[in-house]
Antibody
Framework: QVTLRESGPALVNPRQTLTLTCTYSGFSLNADGMSVTWVRQPPGKALEWLAHIDWDGDQYYNPSLKTRLTISRDTSKSQVVLTMTNMDPVDTATYYC????????????????????WGQGTLVTVSS | DIQMTQSPSTLSASVGDRVTITCRASHYISDWLAWYQQKPGQAPKVLIYDASTLHSGVPSRFSGSGSGTEFTLTISSLQPDDFATYYCQQFNTYSKFFGQGTKVEVK
């Protein structure tokens, strides 16, 4: 059974750094072409893709937020961590992590690209 | 960057209606497109991937079509559980951008 769960602070001060952790189970991030991604959603607004990290540790970022984001993984703990620097009230949102499925053949791994399992999300409010 | 544009932004419909939502990509994305459903207070759920493949467990009244830059999500007969917001997403590139969403509301 695949599950993902986000954790982190509910309230962050402006200009602080946000650190969110996604703890996953039911799959391995360093095998089978799997990836984990982060998505956010400001209240009443659309989904925004932030970043993802794939099975061999490669990282990909939303170009508009790239300078503020870092995604990393600890496969021994089944965790993916997202940090976002210089938080602003406009960064107030529900932050989700999700799995991107994939597959590996003997010679190559490939990602399927879409997000098939999601965490329940964690609301982060940026305010002093 | 590939931008995704959905239309309409809001759609008013009744139970039993056939509903169609359109998604346009700013550049060619082949069939690397997914559709998600999101209800208030819940995480999104994938409905369709690769433009037309129904995800496991999704009712057959949902269907997707299109390729290249124009795509549609169709609900053949709208059910009470289908009132929600729908998002398209491209995954042709590493930047996996979403459309702005289409809210399907009660007419």
């Amino acid at each position: 059974q695949v599950t993902l769960r986000e954790s982190g602070p509910a309230l962050v001060n402006p200009r602080q750094t946000l650190t969110l952790t996604c703890t996953y189970s039911g799959f391995s991030l360093n095998a089978d072409g799997m990836s984990v991604t982060w998505v956010r959603q400001p209240p009443g607004k659309a989904l925004e893709w932030l970043a993802h990290i794939d099975w061999d540790g490669d990282q990909y970022y939303n170009p508009s937020l790239k300078t503020r984001l870092t995604i990393s993984r600890d496969t021994s703990k089944s965790q993916v961590v997202l940090t976002m620097t210089n938080m602003d009230p406009v960064d107030t949102a529900t932050y989700y992590c999700a799995r991107i499925p994939g597959q590996c053949s003997p010679s190559i791994c490939s990602s399927f690209g879409y997000f098939d399992f999601w965490g329940q999300g964690t609301l982060v409010t940026v305010s002093s | 960057d590939i931008q995704m544009t959905q239309s309409p932004s809001t759609l008013s419909a009744s139970v039993g209606d056939r509903v169609t939502i359109t998604c346009r990509a700013s550049h060619y994305i082949s069939d690397w497109l997914a559709w998600y459903q999101q209800k208030p207070g819940q995480a999104p759920k994938v409905l369709i991937y690769d433009a037309s493949t129904l995800h496991s467990g999704v009712p057959s009244r949902f269907s997707g079509s299109g390729s290249g830059t124009e795509f549609t999500l169709t609900i053949s007969s709208l059910q009470p559980d289908d009132f929600a917001t729908y998002y398209c997403q491209q995954f042709n590139t590493y930047s996996k951008f979403f459309g702005q969403g289409t809210k399907v509301e009660v007419k």
